[in-house]
């Protein structure tokens, strides 16, 4: 275990609550497993307003844009997105 938990802002949240049920568990075990290796590689990156670079890993039916804090060990969902 790697010691790093996720956080969810309130547009994931949502996303995450008002999926379907199986859906909702394939989220959170992507999450999991996330917050087990904050240290791999994602699939995309892009640049906020602010010029700080998010994360996005997708996987076949799941889009999650992220960054990850490691002065505080946590893992800071943006978005979650369903395709």
């Not at 995450?16 to 394939?26: A, F, I, M």
């Not at 994602?42 to 996987?59: C, M, N, Q, T, Y």
């Amino acid at each position: 275990m790697s010691g790093y938990d996720y956080v969810l802002t309130a547009v994931a949240a949502h996303a995450v609550l008002g999926s379907p049920k199986r859906l909702r568990h394939e989220i959170l075990a992507e999450l999991e497993r996330l917050a087990r290796d904050p240290f791999c590689a994602p699939d995309l990156e892009e640049a906020g307003p602010s010029g700080r670079k998010f994360a996005i890993r997708v996987r076949e039916r799941i889009v999650l844009t992220y960054w990850v804090d490691h002065a505080v060990k946590e893992v800071r969902v943006l978005r979650v997105e369903i395709c």
